[in-house]
């Protein structure tokens, strides 16, 4: 028998914005613990904003596990928040999701590191350089020191805990960076999101740095933070075709309003029909058409065959990729194929 320390993660009560809560326990196994092997556990909802002080039990379902690289025996459990009586608890979307086999999910997540209260690069006083060199920029000048380092760190860590990390990239303003994840199943594309979150919450703690999600930190003439969602289903890989495409878009736009709503507080601040978007009161899609709700990329379109995967560019940074997989699922299930 080994001791393993076993660090459970949910999302608390807050709202529009849901916290990661973690605490800790030990426990001992003869190896490696599997999901069935994690037993649920409680704790007190009435400091998470999840129940009243007087009944404030509340469970901790384990429901995903990667092995935690920085900790020996470690293990970082993602767990759903359920009530005592076994039903997901009114906080908890991931419970909402009803996907079907095959559905694939794609998230790019962008954010601001924060030191001492302003962007990496920003100076105490004004502005750094205007927009232009940082995207994918190279050099002190353009990343300055620490920015790099944290983002290929946190590369690491999500690699070496198991989750589908695709790459980084420095983003359009300074002190601006992305990670894309995907996962087969949205469940899962939804959780590794949620993990490499806090794996980069725990990671910039070690730096004095806090992690910026919010849509438009930087008032002007600064791109804000979104989180596109990239999807597809079997049908639309396999099948496709035009006509789908079509009646899927009309779904879509009859369900915009449904879709901003889980889609992340402020984005009017970020849906301008500037920066790389589209305005929050309109619906379009459009052929490699960064200033669309929804891109369809070239790959898509190849040959007429409408068969692929599509980018919805509207979802932000501080969305809860729970929340937008269970929508876009919805509109997707309410088209006949
Ligand atoms: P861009 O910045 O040009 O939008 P990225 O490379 O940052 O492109 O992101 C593309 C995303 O699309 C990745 O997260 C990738 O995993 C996802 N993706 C690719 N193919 C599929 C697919 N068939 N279904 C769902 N998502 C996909
Ligand atoms: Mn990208
Ligand atoms: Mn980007
Ligand atoms: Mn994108």
Not at 59 to 69: G, M, Q, T
Not at 198 to 203: D, G, K, N, T
Not at 245 to 250: A, C, E, I, S, V
Request: glycine share 10%; net charge negative.
């Amino acid at each position: 028998m080994a001791k393993y320390r076993l660090d459970y993660i949910w999302l608390d009560g807050y709202t529009p914005v849901q916290n990661l809560r973690t605490k800790c326990c030990i426990k001992e196994f003869e190896e490696f613990p599997t999901l069935e092997q994690l037993p649920e556990w409680g704790f007190d909802g009435s400091s998470t904003l999840q129940a009243e002080g007087g009944d404030s039990d509340c469970v901790l379902k384990p429901v995903a596990l990667y092995p935690d690289p920085t900790r020996i025996n470690g293990v970082l459990v993602m767990c759903e928040v359920m009530l005592p009586d076994g039903t997901p608890h009114p906080s908890n979307a991931r419970a909402t999701i009803e996907d079907e086999p095959g559905t694939w999910f794609g998230f790019e997540q962008e954010y601001f590191l924060i030191k001492d209260g302003r962007p990496l690069g920003f100076p105490e006083n004004g502005y750094p350089e205007p927009q232009g060199e940082y995207y994918c920029g190279v050099g002190y000048k353009n990343v300055g020191d620490i920015g790099r380092e944290i983002s290929d760190i946190h590369l690491d860590l999500c690699l070496e805990a198991g989750i589908n990390h695709e790459g980084i990239n420095a983003e359009v303003a300074s002190g601006q960076w992305e990670f894309q994840i995907f996962g087969k199943g949205s469940k899962r594309a939804a959780d590794e999101i949620w993990m490499a979150r806090f794996l980069l919450l725990r990671l910039t703690e070690e730096y004095g740095v806090d992690v910026d999600w919010r849509c438009k930190p930087i008032k002007g003439d600064w791109n804000g933070s979104g989180m596109h969602c990239n999807f597809s289903t079997e049908h639309m890989r396999e099948v496709g075709g035009k006509d789908y495409f079509l009646k899927l878009m009309d779904a879509f736009e009859a369900n915009c309003e449904e879709h901003i709503a889980v889609y992340g507080p402020d984005n009017d601040q970020r849906l301008t029909g500037l920066h790389e978007t589209q305005s929050i009161d309109m619906f379009s899609w459009g052929v490699a058409d960064r200033g669309a709700s929804i891109r369809v990329p070239h790959s898509f379109v190849k040959d007429d065959a409408y068969k692929g995967y599509l980018e919805d560019r509207r979802p932000n940074s501080q969305g809860d990729p729970y929340k937008i997989a269970s929508r876009v699922i919805q509109t997707i299930n309410s088209v006949a194929k």
